[in-house]
């Protein structure tokens, strides 16, 4: 199975902040990697696809990059309803798997 | 407009089952693969399999700690996909969701998702 490592799990910062979150894959996933926000209880969002497609509706202070085994997602500017739970998801193989979350947190 | 509704949760006792169904509208189901996904609490989001639309074979795959046990099926003359749960462990207890599969030009991404059905395997 291919293993997602994800960094931070945890993140405090503040409005206007710029936030980096990075994933990384055991082995080559070229570009099957998507970036969702979770907020509890609610249906996952996806933020990007092909690691660096912004999904239509998303606002572009969100952008990705990244491809093989290394990638990231940025927010430029935070906003106070970007504070959730983000999450990056491989889709080469099955079972496609997660990252263990990055949960933002307000300073 | 793409939806996707989850139904069938509720409070088992562990050893039972369950069957759980996404109803879906807004676009051709039939040759769309679903999707089942689970979140437990306070832990991460968890893929737990799919079955594929007919015209890419039609078959199920299974996470691990799942496999065996669950069973994903689908009904394309109602447009809705199935998770049957045997064997309930305390550890299913968790928030599941059903999400459509897309795929792109050297990528596939899941979206949009359902709200979820809580899913509570206690005695």
């Known amino acids: 199975d291919i293993q997602m490592t994800q960094s931070p799990s945890s993140l405090s910062a503040s409005v206007g902040d710029r936030v980096i979150i990075t994933c990384r894959a055991s082995?080559?996933?070229?570009?099957?990697l998507n970036w969702y926000q979770h907020k509890p209880g609610k249906a996952p969002k996806l933020l990007m696809y092909?690691?660096?497609s912004l999904q239509n509706g998303v606002p572009s202070r969100f952008s990705g990059s990244g491809s093989g085994t290394d990638f990231t997602l940025i927010i430029s500017s935070l906003q106070p309803e970007d504070f959730a739970t983000y999450y990056c998801?491989?889709?080469?193989?099955?079972?496609?798997?997660f990252g263990q979350g990055t949960k933002l947190e307000i300073k | 407009e793409v939806q996707l509704v989850e139904s069938g949760g509720g409070l088992v006792q562990p050893g039972r089952s369950l069957r759980l169904s996404c109803t879906t509208s807004?676009?051709?189901?039939?040759?769309?693969?679903i999707s089942w996904f689970r979140q437990a609490p306070e832990k991460g989001l968890e893929w737990l399999g799919v079955v594929r639309a007919k015209p890419y074979g039609g078959a199920s795959e299974y996470a691990a700690s799942v496999k065996g046990r669950f069973t994903i099926s689908r009904d394309d003359s109602k447009s809705v996909a199935y998770l049957q749960m045997d064997s309930l462990k305390t550890e299913d207890t968790a928030l599941y969701h059903c999400?459509?599969?897309?795929?792109?030009?050297?990528?596939?991404?899941?979206?949009?998702w359902g709200q979820g059905t809580l899913v509570t395997v206690s005695s």
């Open positions: 998801l491989q889709t080469k193989n099955t079972p496609h798997t």
């Open positions: 082995q080559n996933i070229n570009n099957y």
């Open positions: 999400s459509t599969h897309i795929t792109g030009p050297g990528s596939r991404w899941f979206d949009p």
């Open positions: 807004g676009f051709i189901f039939a040759e769309t693969s």
């Open positions: 092909t690691a660096s």
